[in-house]
């Protein structure tokens, strides 16, 4: 297939793993296939959209590419940028204490009894400036752009005031502005109970529909909720996700990370295009996802991070017809982890992944959860040319070549990103 477009950018003599024709979400079969080109090409236009896919005597044939911009790959791997559908990079303060405290054996939910976890976190954002917090996240979104995530969902949450969750969307806002990276901006006002409304958490429900989700739903896509014990409940967490849809923000959920409270059931009842963490799912959760659209979003460096022997079903999810996505979980307390590599990885080596479903996962069903599939997430002509590049010879060496940072080159709406002369990158 051609584009009408002018040739711009020439990237060849790779192994491009395409992912193209699929429909989406991918299940089944289709997650078997990758559309592999063992030495192909991909030819980007100038408004940075894909405009041929396959090999270079096809290309040269139909395309005069003299002058056009021409990247020799060397056999590496092209895939798409990943899309990391869950993160929360905007925070500040530190929670090393807690690592050591974990590492003794304390768990997650002891520290959050004790006003640790995401109240500590909630005390240091609130008092931060915004400087400070567009700082901290604009680091933290360059990593994961260096390490191959062109897209990223960021989430709002560490604030729990009206003011201080519209202070990290603005955050969110001027840095979509300023770097290359998408960024999808998620309101999650719902991420924990203030202390100041322990007492009264229907109080705090209330702020969250009626004050916080009118005065911020223009700045957000999605509206997520941690629907679990000493959160909220499967009826808040259901106010919360309807209140959001009535001011346009699509719902998404934290489901069944510790204990199974029907949040997977939720989500396919509210429309939620995603249901993330499972690692408490039941049959009926699965049942329900399997009847739906809605996908399970993985996120393995969490009970990695968490020291948990535990991980979400991966294969009962997938062997059942549901669609699976992974993605980071990158906040504050239970996973400092910003790579979609490592993430592939642990999808492979703890939940038991095909490599090929895990690649699936961390780009075209991630897109989908975000509703961005239509132009992200494969490469294939008329998609957005959101590409990058692996030191590695064959897709299959990237879970297999795991702690360090894989990606050669990154290609953002068909540029070339010049990570060591490009200022928003020197801090990195």
């Known amino acids: 297939m051609i584009s009408p477009k002018k040739p711009d950018l020439l990237i060849k003599g790779g192994q491009v793993v395409t992912l193209r024709g699929k429909k989406v979400p991918v299940v089944g079969s289709d997650l078997e296939d990758l559309g592999v080109i063992p030495d192909g090409c991909v030819l980007c236009d100038s408004t940075g959209r894909i405009m041929a896919v396959g090999s270079y005597s ?35 303060g530190s929670r090393t204490e807690e690592f050591q405290m974990r590492a003794k054996g304390a768990t997650y939910m002891e520290i959050h009894e004790k006003g640790g976890g995401i109240l500590h976190t909630v005390r240091e954002t609130r008092e931060a400036a915004g400087e400070t917090l567009r700082e901290l996240a604009r680091a933290r979104i360059q990593a994961m752009f260096r390490h191959g995530s062109t897209t ?45 409304y322990e007492s009264s958490p229907e109080e705090f429900v209330d702020l969250v529909v009626s004050e916080m989700i009118p005065q911020v739903a223009v700045k957000a896509e999605f509206c997520d909720v941690f629907c679990e014990k000493g959160a909220f409940t499967p009826e808040q967490s259901r106010r919360i996700l309807e209140a959001g849809k009535r001011y346009g923000l699509s719902p998404r959920i934290h489901a069944e990370e510790f204990s199974d409270q029907g949040g997977a ?35 393995p460096g969490t009970p990695f991070f968490l020291g948990m022997d535990r991980y979400a079903p991966a294969m009962k999810l997938l062997e059942r017809g549901v669609p699976v996505a992974l993605a980071t979980d ?40 975000l509703a961005r599939s239509d132009r992200l997430g494969s490469i294939e002509v008329g998609k957005q040319a959101d590409i990058i590049i692996l030191d590695v010879l064959d897709y299959r060496e990237m879970p297999y070549v795991f702690g360090c940072n894989l990606v050669k080159s990154v290609i953002k709406n068909g540029k070339i990103m010049d990570f060591d002369h490009d200022r928003r990158f020197a801090h990195v």
Do not use: W
């Open 265 to 299: 059931a939720l989500a396919v009842e509210v429309g939620a295009l995603s249901a993330d963490h499972l690692l408490e799912i039941g049959d009926s959760g699965i049942v329900s996802l399997a009847q739906s659209g809605t996908v399970a979003t993985l996120l």
């Open 58 to 92: 096809d290309m040269s044939s139909q395309f005069s590419l003299s002058k056009v911009t021409t990247l020799e790959v060397q056999n590496r791997v092209l895939l798409p940028g990943f899309v990391d559908s869950h993160a929360h990079p905007v925070f500040s």
């Open 330 to 369: 990158f906040n504050a307390g239970s996973c400092l982890g910003l790579s979609m590599q490592m993430v592939i990885s642990l999808a492979c080596l703890r939940m038991k992944m095909p490599v090929e479903a895990a690649l699936i996962g961390a780009t075209l069903n991630g897109a989908y959860t």
């Open 152 to 196: 990223v969902e960021a989430k709002s949450g560490y604030g729990l005031t009206t003011e201080s969750e519209e202070k990290c969307l603005d955050v969110l806002r001027d840095l979509s502005e300023e770097l290359p990276v998408e960024i999808v901006p998620t309101f999650m006002g719902a991420h924990a109970i203030p202390p100041e």
